[in-house]
């Protein structure tokens, strides 16, 4: 049985591709897939997985699991973009997390299996991002409509326009 007082385990991931945007610096990026709308890019997946990119084709859209390779430390309360009051990390999306792992779906556009290119669109991440796994949106497991989203509920619908800054460095 694991308890909070077992040795934490340790993990080391490979990417298996790079995403590439045209967000060169941190400061004012979207904060969030729904204000990069239109924002095209792609991925770059490495020789050994591209293999795996069979089947993708015919899905509109996919979702991205990669390191948040800039964020050097971590904070337990922050204060989000969206919001003026400092939170607890794990309520928020905010980049500085004890394990830098970032989550995007994005729209997907065309796979190129044998240049193991993604076109995607909708990409609100930094050019040269290591992508650490891919999988499918699939609605009938992945979306929630109507779900209470805490704090966030009143501001949510802001992250459309609201730029990153350098406070997550």
């Known amino acids: 049985m694991h308890t909070t007082q ?9 990417p298996v591709g790079t995403i590439h945007s045209p967000f060169k610096d941190i400061a004012g990026m979207p904060i969030q897939p729904n204000g990069a709308r239109g924002t095209r890019g792609t991925i770059g997946i490495h020789a050994p997985y591209r293999e795996g990119l069979r089947d993708l084709d ?5 979702i991205l699991i990669y390191a948040l390779h800039k964020c050097v430390d971590h904070c337990l309360t922050v204060t989000p973009f969206l919001d003026t009051t400092p939170r607890g990390v794990f309520a928020t999306r905010s980049p500085k997390r004890p394990n830098a792992i970032g989550l995007s779906v994005v729209r997907l556009l065309a796979v190129d299996l044998a240049g193991g290119t993604l076109t995607i669109e909708d990409v609100d991440v930094l050019d040269g991002t290591p992508l650490l ?13 109507g779900s209470c989203c805490g704090w966030l509920e009143s501001v949510a619908k802001n992250a459309e326009t609201t730029r990153s800054d350098d406070r997550f460095r």
């Open 58 to 62: 015919g899905f509109e859209r996919v």
């Open 133 to 145: 796994d891919l999988k499918p949106y699939v609605p009938a497991f992945d979306a929630y409509p």
């Open 6 to 14: 077992d040795a934490p385990a340790t993990f080391t991931y490979t």
